[in-house]
């Protein structure tokens, strides 16, 4: 049976994001634009990659409104939508760097230039400010969830997927 392109039946934010970024290719065009690239030709030079995929990607992420196509040449530009992917992209490129690093260490370093120090992936709460970790976030269900009786749950839905009518595990 084939490999199927998208996540259906996959109800979660994280699915829906794979189903625009997921794509090999897509998240290095997205760091090429960060960097300044903006033309068909430089992405192209970059990445090495077959003109048929680097078509299918831009044209993609012009469709989901992550770049905007403008000019009489053309040229890409990061939108709102994807000037916000940059937590992501840093914050992968700071695991990575972690954790698998390249044979001569990080390829770049981030600068804040207010500071003019190295950034890392670090989050922070929106609401107090506070750094926050893995053991600081608990991933409840939505207000109003509802299980596939049409009850209240208080599963999330990877959660009811993977435990259908068992308990929650304490």
Known sequence: MPLGSDYQGQGCALARALAILGE???LL????????L???DEFL???GLATNILSARLQKL???G???RTGPRGSYHLTQKGRDLFPVVLTLMAWADRYEQGPD???VVILHTGCDHQVGGALRCEHCGYP?????LRVTPAPGAVGPDGQPTTLTPPQLAAWGARPAPH
Do not use: C, K, M, Q
């Not at 065009?29 to 300044?36: E, Y």
């Open 24 to 26: 090999r290719w897509t």
């Open 29 to 36: 065009i997205i760091r090429d634009a960060f960097h300044g």
């Open 132 to 136: 926050i970790t893995l053991r600081d």
């Open 62 to 64: 012009v469709e989901h």
């Open 45 to 47: 030079r970059s990445l």
């Open 66 to 68: 992550v770049l905007e």
């Open 38 to 40: 903006t033309r068909y």
């Open 105 to 107: 260490g990080p390829e």
